[in-house]
């Protein structure tokens, strides 16, 4: 017999504060500004070109992709002009059209559309199609190859492949500041830790994000990376490095509490973080690629629905 | 606002900043100045990031630019991409079309062309070692340049 349920829900507890999806979104949205304004500044027309090229075929993809599978249309709440706008500042600023149009497509279709839409998929679809990409077209999302024609005022060289190819010495010279304030070479909106720092502590202050992912996950960041520090200062760098250096501020404010792929219980936020964190220095310190977040989110989304178990229990 | 004035909102942004996105990479396209600035060389033991701005200028190393770009000397025609004479793979009798722009073909027979990769090499540890500069030569030292 076919089953009835039309619609599955997870368990208590919820949490509502009276809004709606596109309010959720549009505050999202709002707390990037800070970062688009940020890669407008450093990394001029060309990023303004990927981000609303970014956006605007997230829109158009979502609305053709449910238009055809025959579902309700809801590009008005928001969340496609999210997820593009997320892959976007993710890329380089010189990424071409069709890397762009190929990985917002991703991120609707594979991403979110086939596993029902907004609030269905696992993963967050934007780090998802970044890694399908960069899996696909490592080249180009290679930072020092894809931004080779920028003259920069600042160390003209990716931090985190500089630590990975040559040591920690390569990068000592790099002051934290700059790192902060977006003097470095990475992606269109991740990197100035300031806009970052300033677009998290609004969706948390607006009660769209919840603390405890972004804290636990810098806080996973910061604690791993210490334990190699204090064990081999020569060969790894230091917290304060990695937390302000690539994707890591992004992935703990704007990646990782992803609604539907992150938990919702207080325990398995801080669990689901701290992994995040912890991983993405294993993968940094020990692993293959230079910047970790990326797989690292996926991974604690993967996660997800089993630490979010760990709740209290009926007593029967 | 209504989800229909939502939808309607949305698909006139997405339109617009279409339009944006078409003006800036058909008006401003991303392209290589005359005098590079960084160059990456994807070799088969990783990449190796150049700074072309860093060695040439005047706040940097300084070097001129026949320092390097080395054929023919004190002659400005020398100012012509590298792999324009030093090709990927170089093929038994055949001469790159940039050499033939200035010599016969029976003037260059017998000349012994490095292809890119070790004119590059070449260049990168000779001026190293002689000025005692920057990252060191020899096969412990790969490191030091390549990004495996």
Redesign the interface.
């Given at each position: 017999m076919l089953s009835s349920k039309q619609f599955i829900v997870s368990h208590a507890p919820f949490w509502h504060n009276g809004t709606a999806v596109?309010y959720r979104n549009y505050n999202w949205l709002l707390a990037l500004a800070p970062a688009v304004a940020a890669g407008l500044t450093y990394f001029?027309?060309?990023a303004?070109?990927?981000i609303?090229?970014a956006?605007?075929?997230a829109?158009?993809w979502e609305?053709l992709i449910t238009k055809l599978s025959g579902r309700q249309?809801?590009?008005?709440?928001?969340n496609?002009?999210l997820v593009g706008l997320i892959f976007g500042l993710l890329l380089p600023?010189?990424a071409p059209?069709w890397l762009v149009l190929s990985g917002t497509l991703i991120a609707i279709l594979i991403g979110q559309q086939v596993f029902g839409g907004i609030g269905g998929n696992p993963f967050n679809p934007a780090a998802l199609s970044w890694a399908i990409i960069f899996l696909s077209w490592k080249?180009f999302l290679?930072f020092?190859?894809m931004l080779?024609?920028?003259?920069f005022n600042f160390t003209?060289?990716h931090p985190l492949?500089a630590l990975?190819?040559?040591g920690p010495q390569a990068v000592a010279q790099i002051p934290l500041l700059d790192l902060f304030l977006g003097k470095q070479v990475g992606g269109i909106g991740t990197t100035c830790g300031l806009a970052l720092v300033t677009g998290g502590i609004w969706l948390i202050a607006r009660g769209i994000v919840r603390w405890e992912i972004p804290v636990s996950f810098l806080a996973g960041v910061l604690v791993s990376s210490l334990i190699f520090y204090v064990a081999a200062p020569a060969k790894f760098a230091g917290p304060g490095f990695h937390i302000l250096a690539g994707y890591t501020l992004f992935g703990a404010f704007f990646l990782a509490p992803e609604d539907s792929s992150s938990p919702v219980n207080f325990v398995p936020m801080l669990i689901y973080g701290a992994t995040g964190g912890i991983m993405t220095i294993l993968i940094r310190n020990i692993g293959a690629y230079p910047d970790g977040v990326i797989f690292a989110v996926l991974v604690i989304n993967l996660i997800n629905p089993l630490i979010d178990k760990i709740r209290p229990q009926r007593v029967n | 606002m209504t989800?229909?004035?939502?939808?309607?909102?949305?698909?006139a942004?997405?339109?617009?900043?279409?339009l944006?996105?078409i003006?800036?990479?058909a008006a401003?396209?991303?392209?290589?100045?005359e005098k590079?600035?960084?160059?990456?060389y994807?070799t088969n033991a990783?990449?190796v990031?150049f700074?072309h701005?860093l060695h040439s200028s005047d706040t940097g190393f300084g070097l001129s630019c026949l320092d390097c770009h080395h054929h023919p000397p004190d002659d400005d025609q020398a100012l012509m991409a590298c792999s324009q004479c030093h090709p990927q793979k170089v093929k038994d009798g055949v001469t790159p079309k940039a050499c033939l722009d200035c010599h016969d073909a029976d003037e260059i027979e017998g000349t012994e062309l490095p292809n890119k990769s070790d004119a590059f090499h070449g260049q990168c540890t000779g001026c190293h070692e002689q000025f005692g500069k920057g990252p060191p030569s020899g096969s412990d030292n790969c490191?030091?340049c390549?990004?495996?």
């Open positions: 596109h001029g027309v060309p303004l070109g990927v609303c090229l956006v605007s075929s829109i158009l609305g249309v809801n590009v008005g709440d928001g496609a002009a600023a010189t059209w080249t290679d020092d190859s080779a024609n920028y003259s003209p060289y492949v990975k190819a040559f | 989800s229909k004035k939502h939808r309607t909102v949305a698909y942004v997405a339109v617009h900043l279409l944006v996105a003006v800036c990479y401003f396209p991303v392209t290589q100045p590079p600035i960084r160059l990456v994807w990783g990449k990031l700074n701005e490191s030091k390549h990004v495996m």
